[in-house]
């Protein structure tokens, strides 16, 4: 095969990779497909044998690299209870046990008040907990 055809079959299985939910399979074929690219433009033999070594390349980074980096792009999530405790500033008036908005780290959040007592608007709050996207906040 030319080596051209093995970077639009690389670049098109990096596309793949990007636009659909993660896997992380095409993309180490992707990669296989360019690595081709590069032995073919070299002279790497007849189509048949750039097809077993995109294979074989293409398994090889999968089982080698896959957890490794799965588990690194897991570790950048940030766990949502490092948000109890900061300060939210309700951008409304919430009664006991209401729901509204509050405004916290420059970002609104649906806010449950979690105390006994109404809070006002702009009053200085503590989040208490996070329950999906939203944030229980409490008066100090």
């Known amino acids: 095969m030319?080596?051209?055809?093995?970077?639009?079959?690389?670049?098109?299985?990096?596309?793949?990779e990007m636009v659909t939910p993660g896997g992380?399979?095409?993309?180490?074929?992707?990669?296989?497909a360019l690595l081709v690219a590069g032995l073919s433009a070299l002279g790497l033999g007849p189509a048949w044998l750039q097809w077993l070594v995109f294979a074989a390349?293409?398994?090889a980074l999968l089982l080698l690299l896959r957890r490794r980096l799965q588990a690194r792009l897991?570790?950048?999530?940030?766990?949502?209870?490092?948000?109890?405790?900061?300060i939210a500033l309700p951008l409304e008036d919430l009664p006991p046990g209401a729901t509204g908005r509050a405004?916290?780290?420059?970002?609104s959040w649906?806010?449950?008040?979690?105390?006994?007592?109404?809070?006002s608007r702009g009053c200085r709050c503590q989040v208490e907990k996070v329950e999906g996207l939203t944030i229980w906040?409490?008066?100090?």
């Not at 897991?74 to 900061?86: A, K, M, Q, S, Y």
């Not at 008040?113 to 809070?119: L, T």
């Not at 906040?137 to 100090?140: K, L, T, V």
């Open 24 to 32: 992380l399979f095409a993309l180490f074929f992707g990669f296989s």
């Open 74 to 86: 897991e570790t950048r999530n940030i766990p949502v209870d490092t948000l109890v405790g900061e």
């Open 103 to 107: 405004e916290m780290r420059g970002t």
């Open 110 to 119: 649906t806010a449950h008040n979690a105390g006994d007592v109404p809070i």
């Open 2 to 16: 030319e080596w051209w055809i093995w970077i639009l079959l690389g670049l098109g299985l990096l596309v793949v």
């Open 57 to 59: 390349l293409g398994v």
């Open 137 to 140: 906040i409490r008066a100090e």
